[in-house]
Each structure stands twice: as structure tokens, then as C-alpha cells.
């Protein structure tokens, strides 16, 4: 059973590293907006479609095999720059100001609505486009195998925290961000354009859940409801790690990732809900995850 | 006369800042209390910690001679002391009425089996009556203008059947020729009701006006205590609460 | 007593009793759906009135459910009043222990640990072979109270009819009762609630229990009218999420809404899933998007509003 355990923690961290770029970008959503962004699930499935679809494209038009990867980023990042704008200022911008319950369920219609949309416009049969998956080869971990872009995703997650962390805490744009997400009326009271922040931060954050999708798509078989599958594993990541925070984002899909890859390996009856077991028991110790962000007095 | 209200040691830190420091001071059955300071002196901590909504980083606090530091704010309730508070915290979406039900009905069924019952009822309309919210009896709580936000808040408070009721800043946010009528209103509805009254407030002339006693607060410490006009004429408190161009008044408001 | 919605609800009651004499038997079950979905409903009610929305009501929508199936499935007990008490019972018990728990958070962390719940439930169904895993299994009801049923259909729809019935009156006096009023004072100001001497937990956790008791009873009861019972369509969040819609979509101030909503949201999923599959999701969403920026009193208000025209 001890012998599992580099499968498990390679496993988990692979896996971690597809999870953390989506949950970031709905961490990055809720900290800075107070939303917690249901439609992120299917910005996802829109972003994994897109992909595979113009990748499939690419390849067989016969272009340079390397080249599917910038097409799958490109997809991404303009599911992210169209779907962001759109949702952003033609829909959320009125709801602001109302209860956090009543914008949680705006985003679960715009996901209703994204996951049907998605339906017509790409069918309703598996789209499987694995040729960038296999490209890169294989690698030896000791004696595992694994394929290469499985490898080469941890980089690219370790590059999309790097970046944003660096944005977030060494830039004047980020100074903003902080202080929006620390207190929205305040920072308009000192001239930042929460408007605009606002935008940025969902476009990002769409980009973000497009670019998980975009490169998982060569892994798996994209159908309808991988959306809603994804949506409910990336809520739970928010919330253990703490919402709102990059870090935290980052632990709760190690801590996810692993504990999943673990219940495979050992216990496979327990996969489907180990996460949500995960969930209760860092809920339990730390009512608002592991890395939450203080809160002011009241009276 | 032995104290109904007693702090111990009381301290309190957040950090780096001293909200409360050493603070030693007992109430009698009855008293009308002042407690004055500048913003952030320590009135508002100290009722805080009374209340239970703080705990003290040390100290302790008791009423009738039992150690109630430790207790939760609604366990403290039960027990006798209420409080209003500097923002009225109501329930916007019911009327006034529903409002002071609420609270008599939570007074009713805690006081079940320990004191006569209740006809709750009856005592929603004394206290509407009492607070003169009779006019805005069917107006819903966050509709209502402030001076009335503020009665109400009181009048929940009352509803508890307090031994000691603390009031912050009962006529903050109301206009300068209201609050005279609002005190005075509070003051009458609280006589009938013999409770023990210890309310922070800034304005001078209602603290001469209205207490028998006067604590003042400076740096989380008590500066001074004493009857009002001692008070307000002391040359720490004029310089660190009242600020020395205001002359403290002699009890004579021309109201 | 002059209480117009006690009168309207008794009006109400017979005129369900009398029309399952008369009409065919696709209305039959048309009506048993939207029954036992309002008496859900008007559990979900009762918590957003206390100030949290869960979104994991199909844990016991869930549970009663499968109390009911096995019963007949696995004891060969198939007596709709045994699965009704049994469901509520479940459930019931279930929601006490969890309610220590889920008590102490609010807002969206309340939210994603009843989520968590009713996941953790759909995983230990899908991997469970005796119930059938995400296939699930079916059911049929013979008896209630022992008496052999000649016409099953309609006698679920009838003790739905009278269950939904007395759960609307009851929660109709709830609301009226100190405790009912507390829910609402919870909501707007639980720190005062707590200052005034109550413990606010304590009043959310009953509140809980009973939506998880009416959740478990509109499980039984559609368990019992279609016959079949699979994690999917019970425990799974968009399950969940379906509720949440329907409350939403209902309206919160009248006990006859819920049972409104679901009607009509049945309805609207019949109609669509008959002619636009592939469009249903969407539909909803849209439609909710309307109610919640134009309507934000739910569908009753309209009906409220028309009614005072008339």
C-alpha cells in the first residue's frame, strides 16, 4: 500500500495543477466581487470545446503539430475575453448591491443557460481530440510512466500562480485588487474604478476556467456535464482553501487533488465524495477555510 | 449598599492598542450612569465586555455577585442586562410593532416558571405606548426615521425586563432639539420600570442633565468619576474628553 | 376563525379531492408531482425565511426516497403511509445530527456544506450495488395503513394532496407563532435576536429540521409516484439546485406559492422536455434570470397583484 504513495502524490499533484487553474480564477471572482461564480463550471466546458474543436481543426488541416498547443491557449483566452465582457457588463453589473445569495443564483442561470448553449452550438456527441496529449511522449519518474503534458501542465500551473501572485502583490493594478477585495465602498471613496476592476477580474477569471478546460480537453472525451462535474470539485477547492485566496487556492487543490488520486489507488468507493468529506472536516476545524480573510467587527 | 454591577481588573487589548486598562468601578441598584470619552477611549469596549459580546484579555465582571465574564451575551440577557446600541440594530422587514413582540416574546418564554406570566400582548402596547411609537406601530423597522430607529432600539431593550440597561449613544444621529425630547421620553418610560441606566454619550449637556454620576473615559482607563458637575469641570477631563473651549453646562438647558 | 388563508386552504384541499375523481390520469400524476415538490418547497421556504438557502436539500429529498424504495425493494414492505413516516423519520433524524453542525455557518459556507452533505450522500449511493448505483431501482405501492390499493396512482395523489395540506396549514401557523416570527428576525438581524436572550442556533436548527422532514416526505411521495428512485435525479446538486430555483421562482410570502411554482415549473419542464431537450436548462435559466430581476417577490406576486385588480 506504501509503495502507492509516489503514484498517489504525482497523481494528485497532476491533478492539482488542471484544478488550481480553474479554482483560482473562481477564488480570484469571489474575493474580489463577492460572487461565487456558478457559470464557471461551463465557462469550462466552453473553454475545453472550443479547444478541442479548432485544435482538431488545426491538425488536420495538417499544421505543425506543436502549433495545437498555442491554439488551445489562444481558444481559451478568447472564450475568456468574449464570454467575460458579455456576462460582466451585460448581466451581473445590474445585480450588484443585492444579496450574495441572489448573485450566486444569477450565475447559476448563466451556467443553465451557457451549458444548453453550448449543446447547440457544439452537439451533444463526444469530441476527442488527443493528439496534443500524446505529442510530447512519455517520461520516467522513477519506475512511473507518465505522459509528458501531464508533466508540462504542473509547469504551466505553477507559471499561472506565479504570475498572478505577482500581478496581485508586486503591481500598482494589484494594489487595487487587494483593496477592493478588502473593501469595495472604500476603495471607490479613494478614486479606484471598481468598474473596471470588476471587468478585469471576471474576464481573467473566465479566461482562467477556459484555459483548464481548453488544456484538459486532450485528456478526456468532451461531452456535455463535464461542466457541472467540474464546478462542484472547484467549490470545494475555493472553500478549503479560503475564498478569496490565491494560496489557498493552490492548498485546496493540492489537498483535493491528493486525497482524490488517494481514495483511486486505496479506496476507490470513496472517490466520488472524498472532497466533500475533505470539505466537512477543514469546515469543521476552520469555519471559513484555511486561509480566509479576516473579517471587521460589527457593533 | 452592595454593587449590582461590578468590573474587576478589567483589561482589554487588540493588538497593539489599549481598549480597556485596569478598569475598577461597581454600580448601585438604581444609579443613572454617564460614560464619556472621546472616540475610541474605552466606553463602547467597556460595554461591550459587560454584555459578553468581548471577552476581557483580563478581569472580571460580575452582577449580584456572580462571575458573568465568561457568558454569552444572551445568557447575560437572561440574567438582567440589556443594551441599545450606537447603530439601531433592528429587524428591518417587520413593523414596529412586530419588533418590541419579538422581544417581549423571548422575554416571556425566558422568564417561564421563574416569574408571574406574562400577557405579552399587553406589554407590546405598554411599550409602544411608553416610547410614543404608537403612530408608526404598522411601519417597517428600516423605513422608519432615525430618532424613531433609535426609541425603538431602546424599547427592545426594555422589552427584556433589564435590571441594568446600557445605552450607546442613545441620542447620536438625532438633531440637537430632538434629542432633549427623546432622553426625556427614555428617562420617563425607564422610571416606571426602576432599572439601573449606564449610557455613553458625547453630548455634555445631556450628561449634566440627566445622570447622577459620571464615569469618564481616556485611553481605555477611568480619568475620573464623581457626580456630573465635579465631572465636567475636572481639568483632565476638560482637557481629554470635552476639549477646553467648551464650558461644561450647569444642569440648566434651556430646552 | 376568520383566517382567509386557512379558509382558502381548506377550499383548496377539497377541490384537489374532487378533481382526482374526475381527471385522467396523466393530470393525476401531473398534480402528485407538483404536490410533492411544493411540500420540498415549502421546507426550502422556511429556511431562506430564516436567512440561508441550502443547496443541498436533495440530501433528504435523497434519503426519503430511497427509505421509501427500500421498503418495498429490499423488506417488501410497499405501504405508503409506513414510507411517508419512515422517510420523514429519516430524514428527520439525519438533519438533528447534521444540524449540530450546519448551525454554525451562514451564507455561502452554510450553502457549500449542505452541498458537501448531499454529495457525500451521492457518492455512497452510486457506489452502493444493492441500490441499484446510478441506475437505482424501482418501486411499486400496494397498501396504505395495511388497506390494499385498487388504484394506487390516484391514493398517492390524495395523501399527497392532504399532506400537502397539512403542511401548508402548519407552516402557515408557524409563521404566525413567536418561533415563526424569530425566522424572520434571524434573518434580518441575528445579533440582536441573540442579544435579546434566544439562542438563534437553536431556533435554526428546528427550522431545519422540519425542512429536512418535508424535504424526506416529498421524497417518499415521489418515490411512490414514479416508481423509480436513482442518485441523479435525487441527491446530485443540480437536484438541489432545482429546488432553490423553484423557491426562488415561487415566492416566499404565501404558503400557497411553492405548490404555484412547481406547478408551473413542472409544467414548463413537460412541455420543454417533450419539444426542446436540448433547450430545457436554458429556458430555466433564462426564466430565472426574469424572476429574479423583475420579480424578485417570485411568481406569486404576480398572482398576488392580479388578484387584487380583479
Same mark, same amino acid.
Given at each position: ?40 463550471? #461551463? ?24 502549433? #495545437? ?62 493528439? +496534443? ?87 478526456? #472525451? ?71 480573510? +479576516? ?5 | ?35 464619556? !470619552?472621546?472616540? !475610541?477611549?474605552?466606553?463602547? $469596549? ?30 447575560? $440577557? ?81 422589552? !427584556? ?9 442613545? $441620542? ?38 440627566? $445622570? ?13 468619576? !464623581? ?29 | ?23 385522467? =390520469? ?16 415549502? *421546507? ?12 443541498? =436539500? ?138 435579546? *436572550? ?75 422536455? =417533450? ?28 398572482? =398576488? ?6
Amino acid at each position: 500500500m506504501l509503495a502507492q504513495v509516489p503514484a498517489i502524490l504525482i497523481d494528485g499533484v497532476m491533478a492539482a495543477s488542471m484544478m488550481f487553474i480553474i479554482a483560482v480564477g473562481l477564488t480570484l471572482i469571489y474575493g474580489v466581487m463577492k460572487i461565487l461564480n456558478v457559470a464557471h463550471g #461551463s465557462l469550462y466546458a466552453l473553454g475545453a470545446y472550443t479547444a478541442a474543436t479548432f485544435a482538431g481543426l488545426w491538425l488536420s488541416g495538417g499544421h505543425a503539430p506543436l502549433g #495545437s498547443y498555442a491554439v488551445l491557449v489562444a481558444s481559451a483566452i478568447v472564450v475568456g475575453l468574449v464570454t467575460g465582457p458579455v456576462i460582466e457588463r451585460g448581466l451581473l453589473r445590474f445585480m450588484y448591491g443585492r444579496d450574495e445569495i441572489v448573485l450566486v443564483l444569477v450565475t447559476y442561470a448563466v451556467f443553465l443557460v451557457l451549458e444548453d448553449l453550448t449543446k447547440l452550438v457544439f452537439g451533444v456527441d463526444p469530441l476527442l481530440v488527443a493528439e +496534443p496529449y500524446g505529442l510530447l511522449g512519455n517520461l520516467d519518474i522513477g519506475p512511473l510512466t507518465y505522459p509528458t503534458y501531464s508533466v508540462a501542465l504542473i509547469g504551466v500551473a505553477l507559471i499561472v500562480g506565479a504570475v498572478l501572485a505577482f500581478v496581485i502583490n508586486k503591481t500598482k493594478a494589484g494594489k487595487m485588487l487587494r483593496a477592493v477585495i478588502h473593501d469595495r465602498e472604500m476603495s471607490a471613496a479613494v478614486g479606484i474604478n471598481v468598474a473596471r476592476v470588476y471587468l478585469v477580474t471576471f474576464t481573467v477569471g473566465a479566461m482562467l476556467a477556459a484555459l483548464g478546460g481548453a488544456l484538459t480537453a486532450p485528456t478526456t #472525451s468532451v461531452q456535455p456535464g463535464i461542466g457541472a462535474e467540474k464546478i462542484v470539485l472547484a467549490f470545494a477547492i475555493v472553500v478549503i482553501g479560503g475564498l478569496g485566496s490565491l494560496g489557498g487556492a493552490a492548498l485546496g487543490a493540492l489537498i483535493v487533488g491528493i486525497v482524490q488520486a488517494a481514495a483511486v489507488h486505496w479506496k476507490p468507493e470513496l472517490e466520488l465524495f472524498s472532497v466533500y468529506i475533505v470539505m466537512a472536516i477543514v469546515l469543521i476545524v476552520r469555519p471559513k477555510g484555511l486561509f480566509a480573510i +479576516p473579517e471587521a467587527r460589527k457593533i | 449598599m452592595a454593587y449590582v454591577l461590578e468590573a474587576r481588573g478589567l483589561n482589554k487589548n487588540f493588538g497593539a492598542v489599549t481598549a480597556a486598562a485596569n478598569i475598577n468601578v461597581g454600580f448601585q441598584q438604581g444609579s443613572v450612569v454617564g460614560l464619556i !470619552g472621546s472616540n !475610541g477611549a474605552g466606553k463602547t $469596549t467597556f460595554i461591550n465586555m459587560v454584555t459578553g459580546y468581548l471577552k476581557p484579555s483580563s478581569g472580571t465582571i460580575h452582577f449580584e455577585g456572580r462571575d458573568i465574564t465568561a457568558l454569552a451575551p444572551r445568557d447575560i $440577557t437572561q440574567l438582567g442586562i440589556c443594551r441599545s446600541f450606537q447603530i439601531p440594530q433592528l429587524f428591518n422587514s417587520l413593523s414596529v410593532a412586530e419588533n418590541v413582540k419579538v422581544g417581549v416574546g423571548i422575554c416571556a418564554r425566558n422568564a417561564r416558571g421563574k416569574a408571574a406570566p406574562l400577557d405579552e400582548n399587553q406589554q407590546v402596547e405598554k411599550l409602544i405606548e411608553r416610547f410614543s411609537l404608537a403612530a408608526y406601530r404598522d411601519q417597517l423597522g428600516g423605513l422608519l426615521p432615525e430618532g424613531i430607529r433609535k426609541l425603538l432600539d431602546i424599547a427592545m431593550a426594555v422589552a !427584556g425586563r433589564p435590571q441594568i440597561l446600557l445605552l450607546d449613544e442613545p $441620542t447620536s444621529g438625532v438633531s440637537a432639539d430632538e434629542k432633549f425630547r427623546l432622553m426625556d421620553m427614555v428617562m420617563d418610560a425607564l422610571k416606571t420600570e426602576g432599572v439601573s441606566v449606564l449610557f455613553v454619550e458625547h453630548d455634555m449637556d445631556i450628561v449634566a442633565r440627566y $445622570t447622577q454620576r459620571v464615569l469618564a473615559f481616556y485611553e481605555g482607563r477611568i480619568i475620573s468619576d !464623581g457626580d456630573p458637575a465635579t465631572v465636567l469641570d475636572d481639568a483632565e477631563v476638560r482637557k481629554y474628553v470635552i476639549g477646553d473651549t467648551h464650558h461644561a453646562a450647569s444642569g440648566v438647558a434651556d430646552a | 376563525m376568520r383566517d382567509r388563508t386557512v379558509l382558502s386552504l381548506v377550499a383548496a384541499l377539497l377541490a384537489l379531492l374532487v378533481a382526482g375523481r374526475i381527471l385522467p =390520469q396523466w393530470a393525476i400524476s401531473y398534480a402528485s408531482v407538483a404536490l410533492y415538490t411544493g411540500i420540498v418547497v415549502l *421546507g426550502m421556504i422556511l429556511m431562506i425565511r430564516t436567512g440561508l438557502v441550502s443547496f443541498g =436539500q436533495g440530501l433528504y429529498y435523497a434519503l426519503g426516497a430511497y427509505a421509501a424504495g427500500t421498503l418495498d425493494h429490499l423488506w417488501k414492505t410497499s405501504d405508503l403511509l409506513t414510507m411517508v413516516v419512515v422517510g420523514a423519520l429519516v430524514a428527520s433524524v439525519v438533519a438533528f445530527v447534521l444540524g449540530f453542525l450546519l448551525t454554525k455557518y451562514r451564507d455561502i459556507f452554510f450553502a457549500m456544506l449542505s452541498l458537501a452533505f448531499s454529495m457525500i450522500l451521492y457518492g455512497l449511493l452510486v457506489k452502493s450495488s444493492e441500490l441499484g448505483s446510478t441506475d437505482g431501482f424501482g418501486l411499486s405501492v400496494k397498501t396504505f395503513a395495511g388497506i390494499a390499493l385498487e388504484q394506487p396512482r390516484t391514493t398517492i395523489y390524495t395523501v399527497a394532496a392532504i399532506i400537502a395540506f397539512l403542511a401548508a396549514l402548519g407552516m402557515h401557523w408557524y409563521f404566525r407563532s413567536h418561533l415563526g416570527r424569530l425566522a424572520g428576525a434571524i434573518k434580518d438581524n441575528e445579533l440582536r435576536v441573540e442579544y435579546m *436572550g434566544t439562542s438563534v442556533r437553536r431556533v435554526i436548527h428546528i427550522n431545519y429540521i422540519i425542512s429536512a422532514a418535508l424535504a424526506g416526505i416529498g421524497g417518499a411521495l415521489m418515490a411512490a409516484t414514479i416508481g423509480h428512485v436513482d442518485p441523479e435525479t435525487t441527491a446530485y446538486w443540480t437536484t438541489s439546485g432545482e429546488f432553490v430555483f423553484i423557491s426562488i421562482f415561487s415566492g416566499t410570502t404565501s404558503v400557497f406559492a411553492p405548490f404555484l411554482g412547481a406547478a408551473i415549473f413542472e409544467a414548463v419542464r413537460t412541455f420543454a422536455a =417533450q419539444y426542446f431537450p436540448n433547450t430545457w436548462q436554458m429556458t430555466l435559466g433564462v426564466t430565472m434570470l426574469f424572476v429574479i430581476m423583475f420579480l424578485p417577490g417570485g411568481v406569486w406576486s404576480l398572482f =398576488q397583484r392580479a388578484r387584487r385588480t380583479a
